[in-house]
């Protein structure tokens, strides 16, 4: 791409024409360049010129285990845009693209997990709470029970008082008229 102001001289226009077609040379040449703007270094853009389509790959991901790094593009072969063509940057582009939709599928499945996780989380606590409501109703019911157990052998025992409170009253009863009654 031919800037104006790029410190090229004006013959290098020619040389540069190329460019505007989006093709880019095949870069062993040198250009000077004195915008610190434009100026980058080889590695800047962490876009990667080679590599095939992602369109047939599929992402897997299972809970628990590490991310992959594999969608995303090889950083060692990284090349600035500048060097790349318009065939070239719509492929990166594309390629980046796809990664980013892998990326957002995965996200969302992932979210999806978690979403289900929470839920069982949250009835896994509804159910050790209705457990705990189980267990402290059933302790209760089992002091009932004990409590009515106590309480009917106090009634036995006040029953068996009473009858034989009212059995030495007949006999007091009959000793006072048989006495009485002489």
């Known amino acids: 791409m031919h800037r104006a102001g790029s410190g090229a001289p004006a013959g290098s226009a020619a040389q540069d024409e190329d460019m505007t077609d989006g093709d880019l040379g095949n870069g062993t040449r040198t250009k000077s360049r004195t915008d610190p703007v434009i100026q980058r270094s080889v590695s800047c853009s962490?876009?990667?010129?080679?590599?095939?389509?992602?369109?047939?790959?599929?992402?897997?991901?299972?809970?628990?285990?590490?991310?992959?790094?594999?969608?995303?593009?090889?950083?060692?072969?990284?090349?600035?845009?500048?060097?790349?063509?318009?065939?070239?940057?719509?492929?990166?582009?594309?390629?980046?693209?796809?990664?980013?939709?892998?990326?957002?599928?995965?996200?969302?499945?992932?979210?999806?997990?978690?979403?289900g996780k929470y839920a069982a989380l949250k009835i896994l606590q509804g159910q050790a709470i209705l457990e705990k409501a189980t267990s402290h109703t059933k302790n209760h019911l089992q002091k009932s029970e004990e409590r009515a157990k106590a309480?009917?052998?106090?009634?036995?025992?006040?029953?068996?008082?009473?009858?034989?409170?009212q059995l030495r009253l007949r006999t007091s009863e009959q000793a006072f008229e048989k006495n009485f009654y002489r």
Not at 56 to 68: D, E, F, I, N
Not at 151 to 165: A, G, H, I, P, T
């Open 46 to 115: 962490g876009l990667s010129s080679q590599g095939s389509s992602r369109r047939g790959s599929q992402v897997s991901w299972s809970p628990g285990a590490p991310w992959s790094h594999s969608l995303l593009p090889n950083l060692s072969t990284a090349v600035c845009l500048e060097e790349l063509s318009k065939a070239e940057l719509r492929d990166e582009l594309q390629k980046a693209t796809e990664t980013i939709e892998l990326l957002h599928t995965e996200l969302e499945a992932a979210h999806r997990y978690l979403e």
């Open 151 to 165: 309480l009917e052998k106090e009634v036995n025992s006040l029953q068996w008082e009473l009858s034989l409170s």
